[in-house]
Nanobody, 114 residues
Framework: VQLQASGGGLVQVGGSLRLSCAAS????????TGWYRQAPGKQRELVAT???????NYKDSVKGRFTISRDNARKTVYLQMNSLKPEDSAVYYC?????????WGQGTQVTVSS
């Protein structure tokens, strides 16, 4: 499984961005996908995940602002980010679990300017 993340950029406080994570390769048996982020000097943290059955989980600080979704036909997972705050600035990584193997995409930088 290969994951390709895109959609990051520079946005002002209160703005929106949509991140995309396109999967290629054999994606059968992927049991969950998600987004993580890592700010400078901080550990990578979970932002949002979606199980194969569609159950979602969000970091508390993004609930109500971020939405994870999936387009199975396009093999793409999205992260819609609204009402962005400076503390959302980080490199965002997409993630997938297939069987007992974990896969990561390359990061995409999100910068929220105040």
């Amino acid at each position: 499984v290969q994951l390709q993340a895109s959609g990051g950029g520079l946005v002002q406080v209160g703005g929106s961005l949509r991140l995309s994570c396109a999967a290629s390769g054999i994606i059968l048996m992927i049991r969950s996908t998600g987004w993580y982020r890592q700010a400078p000097g901080k550990q990578r943290e979970l932002v949002a995940t979606m199980s194969r059955g569609g159950t979602t989980n969000y970091k508390d600080s993004v609930k109500g602002r971020f939405t994870i979704s999936r387009d199975n036909a396009r093999k793409t997972v999205y992260l819609q980010m609204n009402s962005l705050k400076p503390e959302d600035s980080a490199v965002y990584y997409c993630n997938a679990w297939k069987m007992n193997n974990e896969y990561w995409g390359q990061g995409t930088q999100v910068t929220v300017s105040s």
